[in-house]
């Protein structure tokens, strides 16, 4: 059986990020933590499909072009 007990955590994110986000979660019709919840789970499934980290550049902060 699964756990389904949920952590909490604090997370910190830039504006850009968190509205880049907001609007992403919006077109999925989801919440923001549902929206980040959701793109750890496919990164989590990803790499465990495939062994390899999805980018080798994850302590680098995203360049976003918004």
Known sequence: MADTKKKQVPLRLSETLYN????WAEDDFRSVNGQIEYLLTECVRQRKKDGKY???HLDEPPELDI
């Not at 880049?20 to 609007?23: G, P, S």
């Open 54 to 56: 999805v980018s080798q």
């Open 20 to 23: 880049a986000l907001a609007a």
